[in-house]
Nanobody
């Protein structure tokens, strides 16, 4: 079992920044990567960023250059630094953990709203 707890969402004006945090607990040794997904109203879930156990990162084209995923292994925490936010970034953001069987663990979601 892996538990993920997210925090850091909120309301921000376009051009502003937010930092999301995801604290992991439980059987974290089984996790191969951590990622951030988002789902906007009426749209499909989208992988925003991921970081592997080896430290490699990957980003959706829509957020490259603006978002940064990072981790603090000592705190078992993954972050998503979001800069230059746009209204189209508005979504519920979910932390997820990749196990041997896929994206198996999910946080509760945190709302990010970017006003124009």
């Amino acid at each position: 079992q892996v538990q993920l707890v997210e925090s850091g969402g909120g309301l921000v004006q376009a051009g502003g920044s937010l930092r999301l945090s995801c604290a992991a607990s439980g059987s974290i040794f089984s996790i191969n990567a951590m990622g951030w997904y988002r789902q906007a109203p009426g749209k499909q879930r989208e992988l925003v960023a991921e970081i592997t156990s080896g430290g490699s990162t990957n980003y959706a084209d829509s957020v490259k250059g603006r978002f940064t995923i990072s981790r603090d292994n000592a705190k078992n925490t993954v972050y998503l630094q979001m800069n230059s936010l746009k209204p189209e970034d508005t979504a519920v953001y979910y932390c997820a953990a990749l196990s041997a069987t896929g994206w198996s663990y999910w946080g509760q979601g945190t709302q990010v709203t970017v006003s124009s």
